[in-house]
C-alpha cells in the first residue's frame, strides 16, 4: 500500500493514538536499584556519579524505605570495603559478619518485601582488585576462584539474599554455586548470571565508588571478561550459564550493547536483564549538568530502549529518579 492510502503520520497525530499503538512500556516494576554500600556512618558522595552516594547500612534501610514506596523491586548491593580488610585470599568475601551480609540481614528484617541482590566476585575484597584469585604471574586462576565464589555466595545465601548475581565471569560457577545452593538449603535462591559481560572501559566511575580502581591500576580483566567485538560467544556464555542453572541472564554494559540483548531475548526467551553501568550514567549526568542534555527525557527515553531492545528489567543507576518520573507521568 502506497502513499496517500499509507500515511505513517496518522497514528501519530494525537496522543490517543499514539497511545493505542505504542509496542513497548517501562514501568517501576522494571528497575533495580544499585546501592553501594560502606562501613563508616552517613553518607559520602562519589565524584564522578553526581546523585549516587555510598551509604550506611542506616542510610540504607531509608534508602530501601524510598525504594519501596516507590515499588522498585528489588536492590543490588555493592559493598565498599576499607583497605586494610581487602588480602590475597579475599577471604572477607565469605565473612558472615561482613559488610555485605550485615547489609542483607538489615534489609531483610526491616524490608521483607524487597528483593535483595548481592553481587559475587572478589574484586571488592582482593587487594589486586581482579574478580577472582591470582597466580604467581598474576593471571585470574578458574577452578581456585569458582570455590571462593560458591563460598561468598552461600554466605550471602545464609544472610538472605534472594537473588546472588556473579558478576566475575569465570567459567563454571553457575553450576557450581547452583550445586551447592541446593545442598545446603537454598533451592529457592534465585540465580542472576551476568552471562555476557563485556571488558569495558564503562565501568570506570564504578571502579573509583567502590575503590577497586586503586588497587587494579593498570591491569586489565580482559582475560576473563568478554571482547566487545563478539556477539556469537554471547549466546554461548547465556547457554551455558542457563544449563548450569541460572535463573536470570544479564548483558553488560547497556546502551552499547543492545544488540546482545535482543539475539539473547531472542534466541532463549528468558528473563534477561540489562546493566546501564556507571560510565552511561556519568556520561548523561555530565551532559545534563551543562545544559547540553535534558536528563529527566533522556534517561526515560534510554530505559524504554532497553525495554524495546527485549530486556526484561534494567539496573539503572537512574532506578528511583525514573520510579519518581514515572509516578508523576
Ligand atoms: C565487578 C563489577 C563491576 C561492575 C559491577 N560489578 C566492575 C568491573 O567488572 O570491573 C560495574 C558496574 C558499573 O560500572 O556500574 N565485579
Known amino acids: ?28 516494576d522494571d528497575l533495580i536499584y544499585p ?12 565524584p564522578s556519579m ?5 551509604v550506611s547500612i542506616d542510610e540504607l534501610l531509608r534508602v530501601a524505605e524510598t525504594a519501596s514506596e516507590l515499588r522498585v523491586p528489588a536492590l543490588a548491593l555493592f559493598p ?27 534489609l531483610k528484617a526491616r524490608f521483607p518485601q524487597l528483593g535483595v541482590i548481592t553481587d559475587v566476585a572478589l574484586d571488592p575484597y582482593t587487594s589486586h582488585g581482579q574478580d ?20 561468598q555466595a552461600l554466605s550471602h545465601a545464609r544472610a538472605g539474599a534472594d537473588v546472588v548475581a556473579p558478576s566475575d565471569m569465570m567459567d563454571g560457577r553457575i553450576g557450581a554455586i547452583r550445586v551447592a545452593l541446593e545442598a545446603e538449603g537454598f533451592a529457592h535462591t534465585r540465580i542472576l548470571a551476568y552471562a555476557a559481560k563485556y571488558a569495558s572501559a ?66 532463549f526467551g528468558v528473563p534477561t536483564f540489562a546493566y546501564q553501568v556507571s560510565g552511561e550514567y556519568a556520561m548523561l549526568k555530565a551532559a545534563a549538568a551543562n545544559g547540553w542534555l535534558d536528563e529527566r527525557a533522556c534517561a526515560l527515553e534510554a530505559l524504554l530502549a532497553f525495554r524495546r531492545a527485549g530486556a526484561d528489567g ?16
Not at 35 to 46: D, N, Q, T, W
Not at 50 to 54: I, K, Q, Y
Not at 314 to 329: E, F, K, M, Q
Open 1 to 28: 500500500m502506497a502513499y496517500p492510502d499509507t500515511r505513517m503520520r496518522r497514528m501519530r497525530r494525537d496522543d490517543f493514538s499514539r497511545r493505542l499503538m505504542r509496542e513497548t512500556s517501562l514501568t517501576t
Open 35 to 46: 546501592v553501594f554500600v560502606h562501613e563508616p556512618s552517613g553518607r559520602a558522595p562519589v
Open 50 to 54: 553526581p546523585g549516587v552516594e555510598r
Open 80 to 106: 565498599v570495603t576499607a583497605p586494610e580488610a581487602k588480602s590475597l585470599d579475599a577471604a572477607a568475601a565469605w565473612d558472615d559478619e561482613g559488610l555485605c551480609q550485615r547489609a542483607v540481614r538489615a
Open 202 to 267: 564503562f565501568y570506570g566511575p564504578f571502579r573509583d565508588a567502590v575503590g577497586s580502581a586503586s588497587a587494579l591500576g593498570k591491569a586489565d580483566k580482559k582475560t576473563y571478561q568478554m571482547d566487545p567485538a563478539n556477539s556469537d560467544e554471547a549466546l554461548r556464555e547465556v547457554a551455558l550459564d542457563l544449563d548450569e542453572g541460572a535463573d536470570m541472564v544479564m548483558v553488560k554494559p547497556g546502551l552499547p550493547y543492545l544488540d546482545i540483548v535482543r539475539r539473547v531475548k531472542d534466541h
Open 314 to 329: 534494567v539496573l539503572t543507576y537512574h532506578a528511583l529518579d525514573a520510579a519518581r518520573w514515572l509516578r508523576g507521568n
Open 132 to 151: 577472582g584469585l591470582v597466580d604467581a604471574d598474576g593471571y585470574v586462576v578458574n577452578d581456585d576462584t569458582v570455590e571462593a565464589l560458591v563460598r
